[in-house]
């Protein structure tokens, strides 16, 4: 079965691992100053993983070499922009 999964990563800096299916992260968003969410896609028929994911914002510093961009949410009233990543193992 395929389907989309949410996933939720604080907006602190540090990574964070996500256990889920290699399905590649569709949107980005956030409803809450604290969490940064994301919705992949999900397909029983791959095996899950553990995934390292980070939320940093404009001009902070990334905390590794190696990532993917996987998108990103604006705070309430556009003032602030969170970027999320993959880290590459």
């Not at 800096?13 to 809450?32: A, F, W």
């Not at 999900?42 to 961009?69: C, E, K, M, N, W």
Request: glycine share 8%; aromatic share 12%.
């Amino acid at each position: 079965m395929r389907a989309i999964y949410r996933y939720e990563v604080p907006v602190d800096g540090v990574p964070h691992q996500r256990v889920m299916t290699r399905g590649r992260v569709l949107s980005v968003g956030l409803r809450q100053r604290e969490v940064v969410e994301f919705w992949a896609l999900h397909d029983d028929t791959q095996q899950d993983v553990s995934r390292l994911f980070v939320v940093v914002g404009t001009g902070h510093p990334i905390p590794a070499t190696d990532f993917r961009y996987c998108g990103h949410a604006y705070d309430y009233g556009g003032a602030l922009v969170w970027h999320l990543l993959e880290i590459n193992p």
